[in-house]
């Protein structure tokens, strides 16, 4: 099983910081489209720690997944594989997110989902991740 590395704190908070801006400036956009207003940074910091606590139940299910089962034996799942297998937890996340701010207001669900998805595909790649 690789070795978990853990990021340096400035990484950390460097990348909690593009994740809570990129999260607000999409609020302040949608915020526009449908014409609500909700405190952009609010929605950014809250949909940030649920991204977080998300991501920490995840690992610890692939983490148990692969002790418990030998699942993952040889060098572990590929980065894609969990790439993938975390879709459908981060529609969850936003869905919880968007209802919490959005509810009542509107319809259109889980519609951040999917260009975050790319955005953390590119910084997977960048090995940033």
Known sequence: MPMLTLPTPLAALAYTAVKVVGYAEFARVF???VRLEVSPYKFGAVKTAFGLMGSVVYFIIVLLLSVLLSVFETNGPATFTLFLGAIPLRF???????DRYYSSRMTPR?????????????VILAGIW
């Open 92 to 98: 969850l996340v936003w869905a919880f997110v968007l």
């Open 31 to 33: 915020n526009k489209i």
């Open 110 to 122: 889980l519609l951040g989902s999917p260009h975050t998805s790319v955005a953390d595909l590119g």
